[in-house]
């Protein structure tokens, strides 16, 4: 399994942070000092193995900068398949999800199956660790850790010899100590106080004693027996193993003998014969291949006699690419250059009428004089806006004008013109008269009835004065007459302004007459008669190089035609030019093809001379082979590998007999006992003596029955003589407690043999059976440590480490500085890796700046170590110093950043 994304939607300082660009081999990871990279280690265990509850009194990683607790991991299997974990808070460590590309599956169980069954201690001390774990020895000391590095060397999965040594040790002091409170001790002298009370209760009895005596006797003659029985039955199976391993010990020590006489061939190559062979093939296939490049060689030299080469066409190299180049063109204008003069002609006549359509007394060169510039278009557009704006102020003014002379004449239709006021005062002084009159008949006040009179009749002579002068209050018409100015002032600016625009038209040559509108589409017609004049120049020019490249083709082949034999001056153009050009092709590729056959011909004889040496070096190598095999020539090298093949066959053949031996016979004396008896007698003598010695046994067999009846027969006789209840009951138990002491001495001699073995075994493990993580591990340390430290040993009954140096002395973790310490406890981790890899699913190594106590010179070797560790899996190393940074970007490890 390998990362290739990490997505983190809330833990710790990270909040929506997703982390792309991981590879495989090595990743390194730079940032300073709380950057986040132990927060990211942690968010990577427990998206794989759970979040930890309150209960576990560890950092819980609540996010600090917003979003959701969780997150998820995109990773790639071994198989290639891709998946994505991901893990959001819940219980049993947050619910989790594996989303496939088919299916979307749920639980730590089929997670735990993706991850291979490793479990969360596994991959925190093993494959994601800080510099803290790394130097807590703890870490690999947890039972399961303990059981992936030992349990396959040992074969005792979660047993531990220190234990059972202690279990054995505390059973056989419980059984027997010298000094102090014991089983067998108390056993001892319970049976000697149960002899003393039974002596005491048969001190009367007589009879009892003799017989007491006689039993006695029994049971030494019985020892007696039973001893020989032993005897002869061991006997009998020495006797039953030497005739059944007769014949292996006879071929045994013939082979071995055989051996001894025969020339010492330890030395002799295992693969010699194979070896011989290769160097023997390697030569016969040199001597072929110089073959067939000697006959490539001579072809090589027929095909350069054979190639023709006209150096005198190859001198014009540069006049034939001209000509070539000039092929193209050439056609072109033999084809286009009666249309592009009817084109030209077409032209001409469509300028000439266009030139017309302007103004009949203008010629070419007046076209090309007359130009309107920007600043004269400008002018034109002035003076249309001008134009226009006059007239339609000139048209505003004559509107007003007519509209007021129409008002006027609406009002005066309609009564008199006289002025508002003059009305109200004339009916008023009237009216006030009426009201006087009336007041002052109503009220017979004389003076003011008199006095109304007098107004009303003022009131009629104002009227009639009003009547008479109705004309003479119209005053003079002042908006009539500044409209009137205002228009006539418009019109003559309008004159003025079509006389300044005839000024500028005569100035330029142009009729008079003519609107600026049209003044504008005369300047553009002007532009698109020089634009046809220009297309006419480009076509004169056109029918000139048409002209001039018919003509430098005709001088080019003319240069060219001593050279080539076919080439013809009556001949078209194209025709000649293709000649040449064939000619020359054909010239330039012999020519390269040459170069080239010579070029071959040196590398022919450069392959042919690099096969003479190498011939030579392979004869020179079968000769020094046979020097090291001593072997004068190829008859004494077989002669010497038939003598070895039969040096090995009787090796093999000692080693299976002597291994036969050893089974049955057992090591060391036993088995040089065994050779000497097998070569000191025959089988026939071995066979007599086992025929006699089962004929004894048998007897013997016989006498023991016997004398274990009499002694039944004695022992009832005691039973008789014994009346006293407490007699028997005490003797019962003395019997029981002389069992009891027999099976406990048993017991105890178990116990004591177990123990003798297991020691016997450590030494053995301790010297050939060192697990396959320690293998590993030390093969690794050995290149930290450029090879001061060869080895590490675990002691079978111990959870302590030891390291040798190269003088075999050894030094305990206490002994360790820290530095080497950490380094042996990282090397103990990736061959654990190393060795949990070869049969689970492969995991991502997460390595939190582990390496800040390594001297440079381990550092630097530590370096190199893990750019190999990391070719077969997917390590990510996190670190806050930029001169790891540089130290890995130098070996090719790929930097990720987020």
């Given at each position: 399994m390998?990362?290739?994304e990490?997505?983190i939607?809330?833990?710790g300082?990270?909040?929506?942070k997703?982390?792309t660009?991981?590879?495989?081999?090595?990743?390194?990871?730079?940032?300073?000092?709380?950057?986040?990279k132990t927060?990211m280690?942690?968010?990577?265990?427990?998206?794989?193995?759970?979040?930890?509850t309150?209960?576990?009194?560890?950092?819980?990683?609540h996010?600090?900068?917003?979003?959701?607790?969780?997150g998820s991991?995109?990773?790639e299997?071994?198989?290639g398949e891709?998946?994505?974990?991901?893990?959001?808070?819940g219980?049993?460590?947050?619910?989790?999800?594996?989303?496939?590309?088919?299916?979307v599956?749920r639980?730590q169980?089929?997670?735990?199956?993706?991850l291979?069954?490793?479990s969360?201690d596994?991959y925190?001390?093993?494959?994601?660790?800080?510099?803290d774990?790394?130097?807590?020895?703890?870490?690999?000391?947890?039972?399961?850790?303990?059981?992936r590095?030992y349990?396959?060397?040992?074969?005792?999965?979660n047993?531990?010899?220190?234990s059972i040594?202690?279990?054995l040790e505390?059973l056989c002091?419980?059984i027997?100590?010298?000094r102090?409170?014991?089983q067998?001790?108390d056993l001892?002298?319970?049976?000697k106080?149960?002899?003393?009370?039974?002596?005491?209760?048969?001190?009367?009895?007589?009879?009892?004693?003799?017989?007491?005596s006689?039993?006695?006797?029994?049971?030494?003659?019985?020892?007696?027996?039973?001893?020989?029985?032993?005897?002869?039955?061991?006997?009998?199976?020495?006797?039953?193993?030497q005739?059944?391993?007769?014949?292996?010990?006879?071929?045994y020590?013939e082979?071995?003998h055989k051996l001894?006489?025969?020339?010492?061939l330890?030395?002799?190559?295992?693969?010699?014969?194979?070896?011989?062979?290769s160097?023997?093939?390697?030569?016969e296939?040199?001597?072929?291949?110089?073959?067939?490049?000697?006959g490539s060689?001579?072809?090589?030299?027929?095909s350069l006699?054979?190639?023709?080469v006209?150096h005198?066409?190859?001198?014009?190299e540069?006049?034939v690419?001209?000509?070539?180049?000039?092929?193209h063109s050439?056609?072109?204008a033999?084809?286009d250059?009666g249309?592009?003069?009817?084109?030209?002609?077409d032209?001409?006549m469509?300028?000439?009428?266009?030139?017309?359509s302007?103004d009949?007394?203008?010629?070419?060169?007046?076209l090309l004089?007359?130009?309107?510039?920007?600043?004269e278009?400008?002018?034109?557009?002035h003076?249309?806006?001008?134009?226009e704006t006059?007239?339609?102020?000139?048209?505003?003014?004559l509107?007003r004008?007519?509209?007021?002379?129409?008002?006027?004449?609406e009002?005066?239709s309609?009564?008199?013109?006289?002025?508002e006021?003059?009305?109200?005062?004339h009916?008023?002084?009237a009216?006030t008269?009426?009201v006087?009159i009336i007041?002052?008949?109503?009220l017979?006040n004389?003076?003011l009835?008199?006095?109304s009179?007098?107004m009303i009749?003022g009131?009629?002579?104002?009227?009639?004065?009003?009547?008479?002068?109705?004309?003479?209050?119209?005053?003079?018409?002042?908006?009539e007459k500044?409209?009137?100015h205002q228009?006539?002032k418009k019109k003559?600016?309008?004159?003025?302004?079509?006389?300044d625009?005839?000024?500028?038209?005569?100035e330029?040559?142009l009729?008079?007459?003519?609107?600026?509108?049209?003044?504008k589409n005369?300047?553009?017609?002007?532009?698109?008669?020089?634009a046809?004049i220009?297309?006419?120049?480009?076509?004169?020019?056109?029918?000139?190089?048409?002209?001039?490249?018919?003509?430098?083709?005709l001088?080019?082949?003319?240069?060219?035609a001593s050279?080539?034999?076919t080439?013809?001056?009556?001949n078209e153009?194209?025709?000649?030019?293709?000649?040449?050009?064939?000619?020359?092709?054909?010239?330039?590729?012999?020519?390269d093809r040459?170069?080239?056959?010579?070029?071959q011909h040196?590398?022919?004889?450069?392959?042919?001379?690099?096969?003479e040496?190498?011939?030579k070096?392979?004869?020179d190598?079968i000769?020094?082979?046979f020097?090291?095999?001593?072997?004068?020539d190829?008859?004494?090298?077989?002669?010497?590998q038939?003598?070895?093949?039969?040096?090995?066959?009787?090796?093999?053949?000692?080693?299976?007999?002597?291994?036969?031996i050893?089974s049955n016979?057992g090591?060391?004396?036993?088995?040089?006992?065994?050779?000497?008896?097998i070569?000191?007698?025959?089988?026939?003598e071995?066979?007599q003596?086992?025929?006699?010695?089962?004929t004894?046994?048998?007897?013997?067999q016989d006498t023991?029955e016997?004398?274990?009846?009499?002694?039944?027969?004695?022992?009832?006789?005691?039973?008789k003589?014994?009346?006293?209840?407490?007699?028997?009951?005490?003797?019962?138990?003395l019997?029981?407690?002389?069992q009891e002491?027999?099976?406990?001495?048993?017991?105890?001699?178990?116990?004591?043999?177990?123990?003798?073995?297991?020691?016997?075994?450590?030494?053995?493990?301790?010297?050939?059976?060192q697990?396959?993580?320690i293998?590993a591990?030390e093969n690794?340390?050995?290149e930290?440590?450029?090879?001061?430290?060869?080895?590490i040993i675990?002691?079978?009954?111990?959870d302590d480490?030891?390291?040798?140096n190269d003088?075999h002395?050894?030094?305990?973790v206490?002994e360790?500085?820290?530095?080497?310490?950490?380094q042996?406890?990282?090397?103990m981790r990736f061959?654990?890796?190393?060795?949990?890899e070869?049969?689970s699913?492969?995991?991502?190594a997460?390595l939190d700046?582990?390496?800040?106590?390594f001297?440079?010179?381990?550092?630097?070797?530590l370096?190199?170590?893990?750019?190999q560790?990391?070719?077969?899996r997917?390590v990510?190393?996190?670190?806050?110093?930029?001169r790891?940074l540089?130290?890995?970007?130098?070996i090719?490890?790929?930097?990720?950043?987020?």
């Amino acid at each position: 399994m390998q990362l290739r994304e990490i997505h983190i939607d809330g833990f710790g300082i990270f909040c929506n942070k997703r982390i792309t660009g991981l590879k495989p081999g090595l990743n390194i990871i730079y940032g300073e000092n709380e950057f986040g990279k132990t927060t990211m280690l942690e968010f990577i265990r427990r998206i794989l193995f759970g979040f930890p509850t309150k209960k576990d009194k560890t950092n819980l990683y609540h996010p600090v900068n917003g979003g959701s607790m969780g997150g998820s991991l995109k990773i790639e299997l071994q198989n290639g398949e891709g998946l994505v974990i991901s893990r959001t808070p819940g219980t049993h460590g947050g619910d989790v999800r594996i989303s496939t590309p088919q299916e979307v599956l749920r639980g730590q169980d089929i997670l735990n199956h993706v991850l291979g069954n490793a479990s969360k201690d596994i991959y925190k001390n093993i494959y994601a660790f800080t510099l803290d774990e790394l130097h807590d020895f703890n870490s690999l000391s947890g039972d399961e850790v303990k059981n992936r590095i030992y349990g396959a060397g040992l074969g005792l999965g979660n047993l531990s010899l220190k234990s059972i040594e202690k279990e054995l040790e505390s059973l056989c002091t419980q059984i027997f100590r010298p000094r102090g409170s014991c089983q067998l001790n108390d056993l001892l002298e319970k049976i000697k106080t149960n002899e003393q009370v039974i002596l005491s209760i048969q001190k009367n009895l007589a009879l009892y004693d003799d017989l007491q005596s006689q039993y006695k006797k029994m049971q030494e003659t019985k020892t007696a027996v039973q001893n020989s029985l032993q005897d002869m039955e061991s006997e009998k199976r020495i006797l039953e193993s030497q005739i059944h391993l007769y014949e292996d010990a006879i071929q045994y020590m013939e082979s071995r003998h055989k051996l001894k006489s025969m020339e010492d061939l330890s030395q002799f190559p295992e693969n010699g014969l194979n070896t011989f062979k290769s160097l023997q093939n390697q030569k016969e296939n040199l001597e072929h291949r110089l073959i067939e490049e000697q006959g490539s060689l001579n072809t090589l030299k027929d095909s350069l006699k054979d190639l023709k080469v006209n150096h005198d066409l190859l001198k014009h190299e540069e006049n034939v690419q001209r000509l070539q180049q000039s092929t193209h063109s050439i056609h072109s204008a033999l084809q286009d250059l009666g249309k592009v003069q009817i084109e030209r002609e077409d032209l001409e006549m469509q300028i000439t009428e266009e030139i017309k359509s302007i103004d009949r007394n203008w010629d070419e060169e007046t076209l090309l004089n007359f130009d309107l510039t920007e600043a004269e278009k400008d002018q034109i557009d002035h003076y249309s806006e001008e134009f226009e704006t006059l007239r339609k102020e000139q048209d505003l003014y004559l509107d007003r004008l007519e509209s007021h002379r129409r008002l006027k004449a609406e009002e005066q239709s309609k009564g008199w013109n006289i002025p508002e006021w003059l009305k109200h005062f004339h009916y008023g002084f009237a009216g006030t008269g009426v009201v006087g009159i009336i007041l002052g008949g109503y009220l017979f006040n004389i003076p003011l009835f008199t006095a109304s009179i007098l107004m009303i009749g003022g009131g009629i002579f104002l009227f009639k004065k009003i009547l008479e002068e109705k004309n003479s209050f119209s005053k003079e018409d002042m908006a009539e007459k500044n409209l009137a100015h205002q228009y006539e002032k418009k019109k003559e600016e309008l004159d003025g302004k079509f006389d300044d625009w005839r000024q500028w038209l005569k100035e330029r040559k142009l009729d008079p007459g003519i609107a600026p509108i049209t003044t504008k589409n005369i300047g553009k017609t002007a532009r698109q008669i020089k634009a046809l004049i220009a297309q006419r120049g480009r076509l004169d020019e056109r029918i000139d190089q048409m002209h001039e490249t018919m003509k430098e083709a005709l001088d080019f082949i003319s240069s060219l035609a001593s050279s080539v034999d076919t080439v013809s001056l009556k001949n078209e153009i194209p025709v000649n030019i293709e000649i040449i050009c064939n000619a020359f092709d054909e010239s330039k590729a012999n020519r390269d093809r040459s170069l080239l056959l010579e070029n071959q011909h040196k590398e022919q004889n450069d392959k042919i001379s690099r096969l003479e040496e190498q011939l030579k070096s392979n004869s020179d190598e079968i000769e020094k082979f046979f020097r090291s095999v001593g072997a004068s020539d190829i008859e004494n090298f077989h002669t010497k590998q038939s003598a070895y093949e039969i040096y090995q066959a009787l090796e093999k053949t000692v080693e299976q007999k002597r291994g036969i031996i050893h089974s049955n016979v057992g090591l060391g004396q036993h088995f040089e006992q065994f050779l000497e008896d097998i070569q000191s007698t025959p089988l026939e003598e071995i066979k007599q003596k086992l025929g006699k010695g089962l004929t004894e046994y048998a007897e013997l067999q016989d006498t023991n029955e016997q004398l274990l009846q009499d002694m039944g027969e004695t022992r009832n006789e005691l039973e008789k003589l014994s009346s006293n209840n407490d007699l028997v009951a005490r003797q019962n138990e003395l019997e029981s407690q002389k069992q009891e002491i027999r099976t406990v001495a048993k017991t105890w001699a178990s116990y004591r043999s177990a123990l003798v073995l297991i020691e016997e075994a450590k030494c053995r493990y301790e010297k050939t059976r060192q697990p396959g993580v320690i293998r590993a591990a030390e093969n690794l340390f050995s290149e930290i440590t450029g090879g001061t430290y060869g080895h590490i040993i675990k002691p079978v009954d111990s959870d302590d480490i030891l390291i040798e140096n190269d003088r075999h002395k050894r030094k305990g973790v206490q002994e360790m500085s820290r530095g080497t310490l950490e380094q042996l406890y990282l090397s103990m981790r990736f061959g654990l890796i190393e060795e949990y890899e070869s049969r689970s699913e492969p995991l991502p190594a997460v390595l939190d700046d582990v390496f800040v106590n390594f001297d440079d010179e381990r550092d630097k070797r530590l370096i190199e170590v893990l750019n190999q560790f990391g070719q077969q899996r997917q390590v990510i190393v996190l670190t806050c110093h930029q001169r790891s940074l540089e130290a890995y970007q130098n070996i090719g490890a790929h930097q990720v950043t987020f």
